[in-house]
């Protein structure tokens, strides 16, 4: 089991920044991949941004040029950092890596876009 502890949600005004967290305890050379899945109430859960091994990157039309993912293999670690955030980033924000053939994933932080 892969476990995956998430930081740094909150309370942001729009145009805002917030900058999302998540470790795991598995080692990196396991980890395909890591990423940020965002979930809001009646909607399924929807990807925003994903890492890859070799340093690729994706991201949502919807947050793209306004997120940045980051990976740090050394500590097994993602990172989100959000700019000019908006009202519709309000979300539950999952971290997951996946490894072997499924995805990991960690309770979700909240982020509120509010004024």
């Known amino acids: 089991q892969v476990q995956l502890a998430e930081s740094g949600g909150g309370l942001v005004q729009p145009g805002g920044s917030l900058r999302l967290s998540c470790t795991a305890s598995?080692?990196?050379?396991?980890?395909?991949?890591m990423g940020w899945y965002r979930q809001t109430p009646g909607k399924p859960r929807e990807l925003v941004a994903a890492?890859?091994?070799?340093?690729?990157?994706n991201y949502a039309d919807s947050v793209r040029g306004r997120f940045t993912i980051s990976r740090d293999n050394g500590k097994n670690a993602v990172y989100l950092e959000m700019n000019e955030l908006k009202l519709q980033d309000t979300a539950v924000y999952y971290c997951y890596a996946f490894v072997g053939h499924r995805n990991f994933w960690g309770r979700g932080t909240q982020v509120t876009v509010s004024s």
């Open positions: 890492a890859g091994t070799s340093g690729s990157t």
């Open positions: 598995e080692s990196h050379f396991s980890i395909v991949a």
